[in-house]
């Protein structure tokens, strides 16, 4: 299903299920970055007791990697065969799962990524949202987009009606090798301000840039990126390792 977005004429799609559990157990469970759009495959790993529910699902999932260029979802199945923890696994599939859900993303930056850890947003609010920005106004797109939003870790329920914003602590790890994924597979130089322009640190759960420049700075005096500076009233960060090489240095933040 496409909805149309009243203020903006670009069709945006319903989102998939989110599938968060399932996903990662496909992610950790197959051999290349082919077969995580290969919806077959994928049903074949699914352990629900109905065929037709492994076979939507397993669309769903395979319709989800199919929107990440074939280096991400490559990039993705390196980090998992580097062996680290599954927390950083599931930190970096939170970025790239807002990537394929436009939608989703949206209404997180909106509405969830202003507010403050432990802050309360009533599900009424994010409703009048839906109806108010969407021309395709139902319950069932309410209800999957509170479903993604808890799924994905954003929110948790607190009562019948209201959710409490998550904080998800002090991801520098995951900013550093996010941002190598989506925009340094190999040594570069990058502005600071094309990853103030990217949102990938805010779907990390980063609330304030200043957090991501000391963040930069911490990968920095251990040795994981070549340096932070300003240059000629740039700042900028330079990467030190390709793709490969920073997974073989481990967690060290």
């Known amino acids: 299903m496409i909805i149309g977005n009243q203020n903006n004429t670009d069709a945006i799609f319903f989102p998939q299920e989110p599938l968060w559990k399932e996903t990662l157990d496909i992610i950790v469970s197959l051999e290349n970055s ?3 759009t290969n919806s077959k495959l994928i049903e074949q790993r699914l352990h629900f007791n109905s065929a037709e529910t492994r076979q939507r699902y397993s669309r769903a999932i395979a319709t989800r990697f199919s929107r990440l260029d074939l280096s991400i979802r490559q990039g993705l199945l390196d980090l998992v065969r ?7 696994i599931e930190q970096i ?4 799962f807002c990537m394929t859900e436009p939608l989703v993303a949206q209404i997180y930056l909106e509405m969830i990524w202003p507010r403050e850890p432990g802050a309360s947003i009533n599900r009424v609010e994010i409703r009048s949202y839906i ?17 993604c939003l808890r799924q994905s870790g954003y929110l948790i329920p607190h009562g019948k009606q209201d959710l409490i914003v998550v904080s998800f602590g002090n991801p520098e790890y995951t900013l550093v090798l996010s941002t190598h994924l989506l925009m340094a597979n190999s040594p570069k130089t990058i502005r600071l301000s094309e990853i103030a322009a990217s949102n990938h640190w805010r779907f990390l759960g980063y609330r304030k840039f200043d957090h991501v420049r000391l963040g930069f700075r911490s990968a920095e005096a251990k040795g994981l990126i070549m ?14 390792y390709t793709w490969q090489e920073l997974l073989s240095k481990g967690n060290k933040l």
Do not use: G, M, P
């Open 227 to 240: 340096r932070y500076a300003n240059v000629d009233h740039l700042e900028q960060i330079t990467t030190r």
């Open 82 to 88: 580097s062996n680290v923890e599954s927390n950083v």
């Open 34 to 36: 082919d077969s995580l």
């Open 131 to 147: 109806e108010t920005a969407f021309q395709q106004q139902s319950a069932k797109l309410n209800q999957r987009i509170v479903s």
């Open 93 to 96: 599939w939170r970025v790239l």
